[in-house]
């Protein structure tokens, strides 16, 4: 079949997740410091859940915290205490038996990212928001410090079903940079045949297959077409194609794979194919991802539950008064503490995170000791911020796993919000004395990645936060 130049750069905007710059494909440098194991010789792993519409503080502080310490607000100093000395509040349940394995992070501020209804490309980047990206995501800043793997990090995104029908890659959370949006699955059946089609047989392997081979012929057809463009449309086009040539090359080495791909095949059901509610592809999303770690596909997963803003959030398959819940928007406008809609919602979305652990608990760490979950840490927190109309007061996050050791775990942490410098209602506010970013926690990450730095992307905007991670996060 002859392929005309429109039908050319329409292919090739969606095989690169239409980005300008095909991001998703971009290559993995890693040096050699970058590849250093952690302690029991596993990778390091992260993983990266967006829980939509806010998370409000009260879901991960402990009941019977001291009367003083209990609003981040009004305490004036950092407070740490040992979970196990405490009552875990009812929202966190799903992780109440594994709390030697979590630390609550409390109290971080974000009002510079500026999160009301979702903080797209600017939540992971600690920066302000935008509708195309400007800076690196922490995801994928982290995937640069990792092993090469065929994929250095994937984007599952998660909203609902007729959104992720109709749109089956998006872009909202993760940048490799300035304009360069990292692509998300949004339909799993789309995830699952790029992923592990090659393995899977029956229509996901000549899927995969065909789609291999339409690689082969555009890259082909490419090189007649190119001499037609001139000028700036002649640059994206090559941009296009080198896109191309990436994917091509990541399916060569998913090939190379197959039989690791065959032994990690997520275990799908009718709900691939035939969903009924939106929660059952969010489910799928979660077996697809799991099954991508644990098959060495990459290191880093980013879960991306809402990310297109509070209309995205999942409603079918939960048992909601539809009455009172109205639409995904509303939600948001619920009240998180009483309203059973948000510990229904909450206990859901940290069970999913849950099935992650679980799972990695039992699947050994592939030529290294132990489980992978001990090599692994995962984010659970909102890109809202501690609820949809957030300011960026106290952003609250959960952090599951000590990644091979270097974080502490078992802990809450508390930094002030409101010290003698204080909070006024503009924008335009110093930081608070003793208070710290969302910014500072992805540093720390960094550091626990190996890749110390002061700051993470506030370059020109150092005044926002002092240097250094949240030490108290290290070991």
Not at 103 to 110: E, I, K, Q, R
Request: aromatic share 8%; hydrophobic share 40%; charged share 25%.
């Amino acid at each position: 079949m002859k392929i005309t130049r429109r039908e050319i750069m329409k292919r090739a905007a969606l095989a690169t997740g239409g980005t300008l710059a095909g991001s998703s494909f971009l290559p993995h440098v890693v040096d050699a410091a970058e590849k250093t194991p952690t302690a029991n010789g596993g990778p390091k792993r992260f993983v990266f859940f967006n829980a939509s519409n806010g998370m409000e503080p009260k879901h991960v502080r402990p009941d019977d915290l001291d009367e003083a310490h209990r609003d981040a607000r009004t305490a004036t100093k950092h407070i740490e205490v040992a979970l196990n000395d405490y009552t875990l509040p009812p929202w966190m349940k799903p992780l109440t038996d594994i709390r030697q394995h979590v630390s609550v992070v409390a109290g971080l501020f974000g009002y510079h990212i500026w999160p009301e209804h979702g903080a797209k490309f600017g939540f992971l980047a600690g920066t302000k928001k935008a509708a195309v990206p400007r800076f690196k995501t922490i995801d994928y800043a982290l995937a640069e410090t990792m092993p090469k793997t065929p994929m250095n990090m994937i984007g599952l995104a998660m909203s609902q079903l007729e959104l992720m029908k109709k749109t089956p890659v998006t872009t909202a959370a993760s940048a490799a940079g300035d304009g360069k949006a990292m692509p998300e699955f949004a339909d799993p059946r789309l995830a699952f045949q790029a992923l592990f089609g090659c393995a899977a047989g029956g229509t996901s392997a000549e899927g995969f297959a065909t789609e291999t081979e339409w690689y082969e012929q555009t890259i082909e057809q490419a090189k007649l077409i190119r001499r037609r463009f001139t000028g700036d449309e002649a640059h994206r086009f090559d941009l296009y194609v080198d896109g191309l040539r990436r994917a091509r090359q990541q399916r060569i080495d998913l090939l190379a794979m197959k039989d690791r791909l065959a032994a990690n095949l997520p275990k799908l059901g009718d709900e691939l194919q035939h969903p009924e509610t939106d929660r059952q592809w969010h489910e799928v999303q979660v077996e697809i991802g799991i099954a991508a770690l644990k098959a060495g596909i990459t290191n880093v997963v980013t879960f991306d539950n809402g990310g297109g803003g509070p209309d995205w959030s999942p409603l079918s398959g939960f048992d909601f008064d539809m009455g009172r819940v109205q639409n995904s928007h509303y939600l948001g406008h619920m009240n998180q503490v009483k309203d059973p809609e948000w510990m229904t919602f909450r206990h859901w979305s940290l069970g999913l995170v849950r099935r992650i652990v679980d799972e990695l608990q039992k699947t050994p760490e592939p030529g290294g000791k132990g489980t992978m979950f001990d090599n692994t840490l995962i984010v659970y927190c909102s890109d809202c911020g501690e609820n949809q109309h957030a300011v960026g007061y106290e952003w609250p996050f959960l952090l599951i796993g000590n990644l091979g050791g270097r974080i502490r775990t078992g802990r809450y942490l508390q930094y002030p919000v409101q010290g003698r410098g204080g909070f006024a209602s503009s924008p335009q506010r110093s930081r608070p004395e003793g208070g710290r970013s969302v910014n500072a926690l992805w540093a720390t990450l960094l550091h626990a990645a190996g890749n110390p730095v002061d700051h993470f992307n506030l370059a020109g905007q150092e005044h926002v936060d002092r240097k250094g991670p949240l030490e108290e996060l290290l070991v």
